[in-house]
């Protein structure tokens, strides 16, 4: 009886750490005039391993970020810090001119998920082809030039007219549900891919896991970056 309390205590304990596992946090850092500024070093002063830098549009995405820690910015031999304080997103206005900083939490930034976040933190199987590589396979679709190039890949094409393709990346989770993965073109989730030109595409990864996007990446996710969506 006592061993089973334990254990009871014990799953207790371990249940808030393991709900916060893989939870995003989005960041943006512009200018006064609004326009993100790029190459702004981000770290976290307790949780030292966790750093990354703004992309061209002044975005930034970490996993994790501990509440009671502190953000630390450093762009251009300025250096800031700002108290994380439980918020799960920040809108950064960098005023360099009279060295100043406003930062505040942003509903949209909260809700765009893993949206800033980079892959390579989740990555248990991930494979990437150019969109000129795909190209050089002579098909006409963005299934029919994946097949075959990308292990763990399997693509049935339907020989009914209008019919869908069945994909699956790491075999089917059940017997009766889904084993079509998560497709996300230029950080949007949609649920058809067959009307995106291949001349259009410019990346494609495959994700074996797809976590970070939830349930609905339970089998893997396939993300494409179109030459629009790369600008």
């Not at 946090?25 to 993100?36: A, E, P, Q, S």
């Not at 190209?135 to 049935?156: E, H, V």
């Not at 009914?160 to 998560?182: E, N, W």
């Amino acid at each position: 009886m006592k061993t089973a309390v334990l254990f009871l205590l014990a799953c207790l304990v371990a249940l808030p750490l393991s709900a916060q596992k893989g939870v995003p946090f989005n960041g943006l850092i512009t200018d006064v005039n609004g326009k993100g500024i790029s190459n702004v070093k981000v770290s976290l002063l307790k949780a030292t391993e966790k750093r990354t830098r703004t992309n061209r549009k002044g975005r930034f995405g970490l996993t994790d970020v501990p509440a009671d820690d502190t953000l630390k910015l450093v762009w251009k031999k300025e250096t800031y810090t700002i108290p994380v304080e439980g918020r799960k997103s920040l809108k950064i206005v960098w005023e360099s001119h009279s060295h100043t900083l406003q930062a505040r939490e942003d509903k949209d930034l909260v809700d765009f998920g893993y949206g800033f976040v980079k892959r390579r933190e989740f990555t248990g199987f991930s494979s990437g082809i150019s969109g000129d590589e795909l190209r050089k396979s002579g098909a006409t679709t963005i299934l029919g030039a994946l097949q075959g190039r990308i292990a763990g890949l399997n693509i049935t094409t339907s020989s009914a007219p209008g019919g869908d393709d069945k994909v699956i990346i790491h075999g089917q989770k059940s017997f009766y549900g889904s084993s079509t993965p998560l497709f996300v073109v230029d950080g949007v989730i949609v649920d058809d891919i067959s009307n995106i030109s291949l001349y259009d595409v410019d990346y494609v990864e495959v994700m074996k896991d797809g976590s970070i996007y939830g349930s609905r990446g339970a089998n893997g996710a396939i993300l494409i970056r179109t030459k629009r969506g790369g600008k």
